[in-house]
């Protein structure tokens, strides 16, 4: 049975290497007797393991490291799919009810709007952001997406993050 033990090389600091081993002697030779709690575990334990010191990202069956870069690129994919959800919830605000006391729609335009998000992607610069203005009568929203400092359209944000995340899983970043 196979034994692998998962490490990470971070910013180009080779900390170790990952490792597949026949035997308990192989990779007590090469990484000492401190772990011997992970080589006699599976691969699901294993991983667990090293999970608490270093982050990892499991792709279908491959374990991937994840460094600052991947993790940052997340987080921005996360932030342009949270706008797109509500640029899409809020498509038809022309029709919706605004709250009725002023500090509920002051809540509501806070909880609904989202700062701007700017990324590279394929040599080109996008941003986007999302804004939402009550009245007394009236919700207005207002999506704002450019790329390379021109106006681009929703669908043109949702190709780029649909290859952002193509990119990310095949591991080009």
């Given at each position: 049975m196979n034994t692998f033990i998962g490490t990470i090389t971070v910013d180009g600091c080779d900390q170790e290497t990952i490792?597949?081993?026949?035997?308990?002697?192989?990779?007590?030779?090469?990484?000492?007797?401190d772990c011997k709690r992970i080589i006699t575990a599976d691969r699901k334990a294993i991983e667990?393991?090293?999970?608490?010191f270093y982050p990892v990202v499991t792709i279908g069956s491959a374990t991937v490291p994840e460094t600052a870069k991947a993790k940052e690129i997340k987080e921005t994919i996360s932030d342009i799919k949270e706008i797109i959800r509500e640029a899409m919830y809020m498509k038809n605000a022309y029709f919706f009810s605004p709250p009725n006391r002023a500090n509920d729609r002051r809540r509501y335009e806070e909880r609904h709007s989202h700062d701007t998000v700017t990324w590279s992607e394929s040599g080109s610069t996008y941003s986007a952001c999302f804004d939402v203005t009550c009245t007394c009568r009236y919700v207005y929203a207002k999506g704002y997406y450019a790329k390379d400092g021109y106006t681009t359209t929703l669908?043109?944000?949702?190709?780029?993050?649909?290859?952002?995340?193509?990119?990310l899983l095949l591991g080009e970043i």
């Open positions: 490792i597949r081993a026949e035997n308990q002697k192989a990779i007590t030779d090469h990484y000492g007797s667990n393991a090293f999970r608490e669908k043109a944000i949702r190709y780029s993050v649909a290859r952002l995340e193509t990119a």
